[in-house]
């Protein structure tokens, strides 16, 4: 029926006249709140508007209800819980109210960590990339960098220094997150292979580091049986021995050393000039018992009378 007046008429006896009554019909429509909607959001989104959700063609003026308050129709994912929000229209009586629901998720972003970083020797054993990072990083993401990473290790031998990327995707509408590992790779020093000398206590310094064997770096010191100056071996002032050459390594490379074994030979002792007169008649003398000195035995004579005139 259509709303309007409605009127009742009863047909009187004549010459009573005939009698009418009328009934004003009024018809209100119920409200529409639209139909229900859904929205995932990510938690570091801004806030959206919950009516916007509603399908349909939703009346404007309704009062929203929840899990948490709402405020100007909007939904917060930083600051309000998920679950099911509920909009309602008030009906114009006998109508009565009329609601639908707007159902949110609201997604954590992933937690890759904070950037860290470490530094290695060359000969170090592998180490744990996702061990340098920090706060609580999740489990489950995949590195990136100078060298493909396998098993979240990086290995100083064989792999390059540099930013390593560990990746954590998000979930949907959450992006994918990310932290970095600096990577610093240092080489051990070279100290050069073990050498030996042998010297005469008369002969002039020598260089010790001219005795190491391989491609020594410069720059190490010296330590020994003598205080060595300038990298010399002095073998008339300074002890024979085991001489050691250190390079300081940088961190956490260790100091490497390499040494030279000084023997240091003294020239043989002739004893000092002598002379003897003797008679045609005397009996035979030790020319060994002329020498001067504390003259070493075991030596050979030599004529030089003879051996000049040969």
């Given at each position: 029926m259509s709303a309007g007046v409605y009127t009742y008429?009863?047909?009187?006896?004549?010459?009573?006249p005939n009698q009418s009554a009328t009934v004003t019909v009024t018809i209100?429509?119920?409200?529409?709140?639209?139909?229900?909607?859904?929205i995932t959001l990510c938690s570091t989104d801004a806030a959206a508007s919950l009516?916007?959700?509603?399908?349909?063609?939703?009346?404007?003026g309704g009062a929203w209800s929840g899990p948490s308050p709402v405020v100007g129709g909007m939904i917060n994912p930083a600051t309000m819980l998920a679950g099911v929000y509920t909009y309602t229209v008030n009906g114009t009586a006998p109508c009565p109210n009329e609601s639908a629901t707007v159902t949110v998720t609201i997604n954590t972003p992933p937690i890759p960590g904070t950037p860290g970083v470490i530094t290695l020797c060359s000969t170090d054993a592998a180490?744990?990339?996702?061990?340098?990072?920090?706060?609580?990083?999740q489990a489950g993401?995949?590195?990136?960098?100078?060298?493909?990473?396998?098993g979240g290790m990086i290995n100083p031998a064989t792999m390059l220094a540099g930013v390593y990327t560990y990746t954590v995707n998000g979930t949907a509408p959450c992006p994918n997150q990310s932290a970095t590992v600096t990577v610093t790779i240092n080489t051990p020093p070279d100290p050069g292979t073990p050498g030996n000398i042998t010297l005469c206590s008369t002969d002039a310094a020598a260089s010790l580091f001219a005795q190491l064997g391989g491609a020594p770096q410069a720059?190490?010191?010296?330590?020994?049986?003598?205080?060595?100056?300038?990298?010399?071996?002095?073998?008339?002032?300074?002890s024979a021995g085991v001489y050691t050459y250190t390079v300081t390594g940088t961190a956490p490379?260790?100091?490497?050393?390499?040494?030279?074994?000084?023997?240091?030979?003294?020239?043989?002792?002739?004893?000092?000039?002598?002379?003897?007169?003797?008679?045609?008649?005397?009996?035979?003398a030790s020319l060994f018992a002329q020498l001067g000195g504390a003259p070493q035995a075991g030596g050979a004579w030599v004529d030089q009378v003879l051996s000049l005139a040969a």
């Open positions: 008429t009863v047909t009187g006896t004549a010459p009573c209100n429509t119920p409200p529409d709140p639209g139909t229900p909607g859904n009516f916007a959700q509603l399908g349909g063609t939703p009346d404007a180490a744990s990339l996702f061990a340098q990072l920090g706060s609580a990083p993401g995949a590195w990136s960098g100078p060298s493909p990473v396998v720059g190490g010191a010296w330590s020994g049986p003598s205080p060595v100056v300038g990298g010399m071996i002095n073998p008339a002032t300074m490379c260790p100091n490497q050393s390499a040494t030279v074994t000084v023997t240091i030979n003294t020239p043989p002792d002739p004893g000092t000039p002598g002379v003897i007169t003797l008679c045609s008649t005397d009996a035979a």
